[in-house]
């Protein structure tokens, strides 16, 4: 069995739903990066183009509404339907980028340099990681697994929670405050989100180990995204709490 991860499109059952495929036609590490690239590439052009029309005083919820919901209808369908990743993915990456461009545009206009900020500190932790997985500092143990996965979990249904209890006028406490609280809890949900690339690392490399199908490397790369655009997100929701607190 693949290693558990506590990324919810990257799990045990993902190779149960590959079926049978050809021994020469198989899932490589290599592929799995340069689909990645592609992917982040697809994501950035989407972002800029609602970043540039936020800036242009164009009016850019259509696309935050519709990368939010349509890049949600996307992800369920891979996750459940892993050999659409390839025709699915780039347009997921697409609608993620309008999403993403918008969200990071606000903060921008709030926080001037926020958002670099943000995506050089993603970018730094990425590649730590990486170096940090490659040469064995950090294990995948199964003890490691099931604990990522299970702060995982948990902050999944925080939020969904906190979403709840926010359509009728109810806020969780300290979750988006800037209060020293308030900022060690996003502080820790960074923390769990940069440790579930561990886990993607690992389910990536086991799958190119035992022979996953080509169309494979398009799921590990829509993996890695969704972890990546999560920790971005949080990193950006950290730096903003300790810039409001200036």
């Given amino acids: 069995m693949i290693g558990r991860s506590g990324n919810p ?36 052009g989407g ?23 349509g890049g949600f209808i996307l992800a369920l369908v891979i996750s459940f339907k892993p050999t659409t990743a390839p025709f699915l993915v780039p347009i997921y990456a697409a609608l993620e980028g309008c999403f993403l461009g918008a969200l990071s545009a606000g ?8 958002t670099l900020q943000a ?30 996965f299970a702060a995982t979990g948990g902050i999944a249904l925080v939020y969904l929670v906190s979403m709840v209890l926010g359509m009728f006028g109810v806020s969780v406490p300290y979750l988006h405050d800037s209060t020293p609280l308030g900022i060690g809890i996003s502080l820790v949900i960074v923390v769990i989100a940069a440790l579930n690339l561990v886990l993607d690392f690992d389910f990536i490399e086991q799958g190119a180990d035992q022979g996953a199908p080509k169309y494979m490397e398009w799921y590990g790369a829509f993996g890695l995204m969704v972890t990546l655009v999560w920790l971005y997100i949080e990193i950006l929701r950290l730096l903003a709490k300790l810039r409001s607190r200036d």
């Fill in 9 to 44: 499109t990257l799990n045990d059952k993902t190779f149960e739903k590959t079926g049978n495929y050809s021994s020469t036609n198989r899932m490589t590490i290599n592929g799995t990066v340069n689909k990645a690239f592609i992917t982040l590439a697809i994501l950035l």
């Fill in 107 to 114: 903060y921008e206009s709030k926080y001037h340099g926020i």
């Fill in 119 to 148: 995506a050089l500190i993603t970018m730094c932790v990425f590649f730590a990681l990486l170096v940090a997985y490659k040469t064995r500092l950090i294990r995948a143990t199964e003890n490691f697994k099931l604990g990522v």
């Fill in 47 to 69: 972002a800029f183009a609602t970043w540039s029309m936020y800036f242009d005083g164009r009016n850019v919820l259509p696309f935050v509404v519709a990368g939010a919901i």
